[in-house]
């Protein structure tokens, strides 16, 4: 599923004297199977625009295509449902327990199932599948959601949204309050979902290292506006730009860039540890 952002804007409080200018003239393309990743400060649009590909906000002028769906100031035109697009294009917010409203991991995860009638075989085998796609056992069937760490509820809440099976999955900061090893799990199942669950994934982060370790294209907000755009490496390599928009380029690639400032060897960009030691390995033996 290919999403296009066509000319949007989005003003809050459109109607009332005083506006606020959310988004203005966005043009997003997110490719089908890739992972496209939204950088930029606080207040910058990301989340925003994560709520008008789920028609939760509606733009104030322009359009957004979400397959066959066509998302306007006059509401959602074509498909199915609006039901049917939310039931395609996941979105799961900042806050996992925020989304709960269950005691028990089988209750959170079917819940939506069961409120839209689909058969009790099916929401058995859609809950315990959306579980092992991201990497949880059974025995979490009758745990309180609540009382799990934080990775293990970013799991659940990523798993309330697969027993769905959407085709596009959006993750609104999904490694605030994770240490490093549930970080890694999460780039993992990410990887998983895009190479052999072919999602289209969109992440919108702060966490500059994780964006760099699985994005295939990158978009930077800055007040609203896209300010760069472009392949990972292209946009990361852009120190002094990123800079002026209260960003960083991650550390592999600060590295390769001060090797070639003050060695002049240009070792190239990598998104892998393993790659850049082979890489320098080349140049010094």
């Known amino acids: 599923m290919e999403i296009k952002f066509n000319n949007v804007d989005y003003i809050y409080n459109n109607k009332t004297p005083i506006k606020n200018q959310v988004l203005t003239n966005i043009n997003f393309k997110f490719k089908e199977g890739l992972v496209t990743s939204i950088i930029g400060r606080s207040g910058s649009g990301k989340t925003t625009a994560a709520e008008l590909?789920?028609?939760?906000?509606?733009?104030?002028?322009?359009?957004?295509?979400?397959?066959?769906?066509?998302?306007?100031?006059?509401?959602?035109?074509?498909?199915?449902?609006?039901?049917?697009?939310?039931?395609?294009?996941?979105?799961?917010?900042?806050?996992?327990?925020?989304?709960?409203?269950?005691?028990?991991?089988r209750d959170e995860i079917s819940f939506g199932m069961k409120y839209f009638k689909y058969r009790t075989k099916e929401i058995d085998k859609r809950t315990k599948d959306a579980l092992t796609?991201?990497?949880?056992?059974?025995?979490?069937?009758?745990?309180?959601?609540?009382?799990?760490?934080?990775?293990?509820?970013?799991k659940i809440a990523i798993a309330s949204i697969l027993a769905f099976n959407p085709k596009v999955i959006i993750l609104d900061e999904p490694t605030i309050g994770l240490d490093s090893a549930s970080k890694e799990n999460l780039i993992q199942l990410i990887r998983k979902l895009k190479l052999r669950y072919k999602r289209t994934i969109i992440l919108i982060s702060h966490d500059i290292e994780v964006v760099h370790k699985i994005s295939d294209y990158v978009y930077v907000l800055d007040k609203g506006k896209v300010v760069l755009e472009g392949d990972k490496y292209t946009v990361f390599k852009q120190e002094a730009t990123l800079k002026q928009y209260g960003l960083r380029s991650p550390k592999m690639i600060e590295f390769s860039n001060r090797v070639?400032?003050?060695?002049?060897?240009?070792?190239?960009?990598?998104?892998?540890?393993?790659?850049?030691?082979?890489?320098?390995?080349?140049?010094?033996?």
């Open 53 to 105: 590909i789920n028609a939760l906000l509606y733009p104030t002028n322009g359009k957004i295509e979400v397959d066959d769906y066509v998302i306007s100031n006059k509401g959602v035109k074509g498909g199915k449902s609006v039901n049917d697009l939310r039931f395609n294009v996941g979105l799961i917010y900042q806050f996992p327990e925020e989304q709960f409203f269950n005691m028990t991991v």
């Open 133 to 154: 796609m991201v990497g949880l056992g059974e025995e979490y069937l009758n745990r309180n959601p609540f009382t799990l760490s934080n990775g293990e509820k970013r």
């Open 260 to 285: 070639f400032d003050k060695k002049g060897i240009k070792i190239g960009y990598r998104d892998c540890v393993n790659d850049l030691i082979k890489d320098i390995y080349r140049y010094v033996k």
